[in-house]
């Protein structure tokens, strides 16, 4: 079981946000502080925004900030948007599996109900409770990054 | 969130054997049945072995058997073996990770308890649930396969 890169790299976007220095942040500078593919930033950022959870605004003083508390973001709810192209097993394929017993199997039930799970413990925790003791680590990459 | 090829192929070897007549098949025949790779499903077959759920007998009258009754055999129990050498994002990486907040990252955690809650959601049901009301398609595997 794996998170897709893009779970990932949107939620230390969101953790970098809830840390800067005056909320704000440019993409350029989330990509060098985490050494991740600027372009695949692009997207994430894209997404976050269409999610309501982050405003990108151009021009001086601008950049991103989060849209709402990092308290009112549910961790569960980021990787329910983001993982949601993927799919737990072959017997999920969105076009039909291959499997034989696809259409008859239980175990695309009970996985189902794991994943179901596995998204309700996330969302027990808001970006707020990742950061609520920021170790001398996180705060330190808002320092090391030329904006 | 994706399982592996690998769990998917254990617990479809599981349900069909499960299911079989006399309880017994062949690698050759759950591999074609599922239309899968036979080199794959020996490497599954192992570590089934190597957990104690299957035997694999030689000669006349032999075969893979359960070797426990379907109803011991926990369906999380079979995902967090056959999962194990994956690891949920990269923070988790065995030799170390990337990301520069790691060492101190409360993600990890969150995303470990999560993995949990996913596990045990499965251990909640056993090999014994998933063919519990087999469909007459899981029953038909069983007779369209040469021996």
Same mark, same amino acid.
């Given at each position: %079981?794996?998170?897709?890169a893009?779970t990932? #790299? =949107?939620?230390r976007?969101?953790i #970098?946000? !809830?840390?800067?220095?005056?909320g704000r !942040?440019?993409? +350029?500078?989330?990509?060098?502080a985490?050494r991740?593919? /600027?372009?695949?930033? $692009?997207?994430?950022?894209?997404?976050?925004? *269409? %999610?309501? $959870?982050l405003?990108?605004?151009?021009?001086?003083? +601008?950049?991103l900030?989060?849209?709402? =508390?990092?308290?009112a973001?549910?961790? +569960?709810?980021?990787a329910?948007?983001t993982? =949601?192209?993927?799919?737990?097993?072959?017997?999920? /394929?969105?076009?039909?599996?291959?499997?034989v017993?696809?259409p008859?199997c239980?175990?695309?039930?009970?996985?189902? /109900? !794991? &994943?179901d799970?596995? #998204?309700?413990?996330?969302?027990? #925790?808001? &970006?707020?409770?990742?950061? *609520?003791?920021?170790?001398?680590?996180?705060?330190?990459?808002?320092?090391?990054?030329?904006a």
């Open positions: %079981m794996r998170l897709t893009f990932d #790299y =949107s939620l976007t969101l #970098y946000l !809830a840390t800067a220095r005056e !942040a440019t993409i +350029g500078e989330i990509a060098r985490f991740i593919s /600027e372009n695949h930033l $692009v997207k994430v950022v894209h997404r976050l925004g *269409q %999610m309501g $959870v405003v990108n605004t151009r021009g001086r003083g +601008g950049g900030r989060l849209a709402v =508390s990092p308290g973001i549910r961790v +569960g709810r980021i329910r948007a993982e =949601s192209h993927d799919v737990p097993a072959e017997c999920f /394929e969105p076009g039909g599996s291959d499997c017993i696809a008859a239980t175990l695309r039930h009970v996985l189902a /109900e !794991a &994943v799970a596995f #998204y309700a413990a996330l969302d027990r #925790y808001t &970006v707020a409770d990742l950061v *609520q003791k920021p170790a001398p680590i996180i705060l330190r990459l808002h320092e090391k990054v030329p």
